[in-house]
């Protein structure tokens, strides 16, 4: 769903249907003290990037809500975790460099020489 700064995010919901406004990012709400989600942490949330980037099956996101430097400002932090080989991931835009190895190779039905 589009987020209210233009950005497609997988986690970004919003129900206006018969005068409800429910909007919400489903990430921090079901990460344990992911903190209060505020519309304005869409600006700078990394996380449509990093669905965009890396479309692993086996990338497990959590996110909070966190402070800045000098507690002034919030942003979104983000924690991942490669589910197959079950590590910490420090740069989930490129991934764990493992499950690509473990993908199927292509099929090639339709490039066979005579």
């Known amino acids: 769903m589009r987020t209210p700064y233009g950005t ?11 005068g409800r406004q429910t909007r919400a990012c489903r990430l921090i709400e079901r990460t344990p003290g992911g903190g209060t989600w505020k519309p304005y942490l869409c600006a700078t949330c990394p996380i449509p990037g990093i ?14 809500v966190a402070k800045t430097w000098l507690g002034l400002r919030e942003q979104v932090r983000v924690y991942a975790v490669c589910a ?30 005579p």
Not at 51 to 64: D, F, I, K
Request: proline share 9%; with cysteine; glycine share 6%.
């Open 8 to 18: 497609e995010c997988p986690f970004y919901y919003e129900d206006y249907y018969r």
């Open 51 to 64: 669905v965009r980037a890396n479309a692993c099956p086996h990338l497990a996101l959590e996110a909070r």
């Open 84 to 113: 197959l080989r079950l590590v910490e991931v420090p740069r989930p835009e490129i991934g764990c460099g493992e499950c690509h190895l473990h993908r199927l190779p292509h099929s090639d039905a339709g490039n066979h020489a």
